[in-house]
C-alpha cells in the first residue's frame, strides 16, 4: 500500500501564489507517476497536472498550462505543485495521486492511491 498526504492549501486572493506537497509513504517503489486532480463543489474531480518518477515528463491541464508546475523530489518521495497567478476558479480540494503505470495518465481511473484533499480557496 501506499499514503499520500497533501498539505499546503488555504485562502489566498487572486493573483497569489500558493506551494502544495504530496509526501508518499509505503510500497513507493512501484509507483511511475504522480498526479494532480481538483474538485469544485458539485463539479466532478478533474486532472490538474502529473509527473513522471523521473521528472522528465509532465503533462497539463489546459486551464493551467503556464500557472503551475509540478515538480518532484525523489531523495523526499514528495511531489509539489506550484501555483501561481491563481484565480477563483482554481478554488477547490486538491487531490494527491499516484499510479503503477509508466504513462503519464489525466484520466483519474488510472490511478491506483489517492490522498485526502487539500482545500485551495481563491478569493476574488
Known amino acids: 500500500q501506499v499514503q499520500l498526504v497533501e498539505s499546503g492549501g488555504g485562502l489566498v486572493q487572486a493573483g497569489g501564489s500558493l506551494r502544495l506537497s504530496c509526501a508518499a509513504s509505503?510500497?513507493?517503489?512501484?509507483?511511475?507517476?504522480m498526479g494532480w486532480f481538483r474538485q469544485a463543489p458539485g463539479k466532478e474531480r478533474r486532472f490538474v497536472a502529473a509527473i513522471s518518477r523521473s521528472g522528465g515528463i509532465t503533462d497539463y491541464a489546459d486551464s493551467v498550462k503556464g500557472r503551475f508546475t509540478i515538480s518532484t523530489d525523489n531523495a523526499k518521495n514528495t511531489v509539489y505543485l506550484q501555483m501561481n497567478r491563481l484565480k477563483p476558479e482554481d478554488t477547490g480540494l486538491y487531490y494527491c495521486?499516484?499510479?503503477?503505470?509508466?504513462?503519464?495518465?489525466?484520466?483519474?481511473?488510472?490511478?491506483?492511491?489517492w490522498g485526502q484533499g487539500t482545500q485551495v480557496t481563491v478569493s476574488s
Open positions: 509505503g510500497r513507493t517503489f512501484n509507483i511511475y507517476t
Open positions: 495521486a499516484a499510479a503503477r503505470s509508466i504513462v503519464v495518465h489525466t484520466t483519474s481511473l488510472h490511478y491506483d492511491y
